[in-house]
């Protein structure tokens, strides 16, 4: 994954680990239980935007890394 997005495979385990924290998880089993409980909005009822602007600041300060 991490060659894929040019970034380092810490900055994977750290974006890994964020996003564990903030679903209340521990584990990939646990992980694969919360999201198989949640029921997904169809495609066309997603706000992009919302997703989009919560993402932004956490990918910014390794990609202006990578860019240098």
Known sequence: MAADL??????VRTYLATTYRKLEVSS????????????AAPCSEVDHA????ELAPSLEKPLSREMR
């Open 28 to 39: 990939k089993v646990e992980l694969a239980n919360r999201l198989s409980s949640v029921t």
């Open 6 to 11: 040019h970034i380092a495979p810490s900055t």
């Open 50 to 53: 919302s997703i989009i602007s």
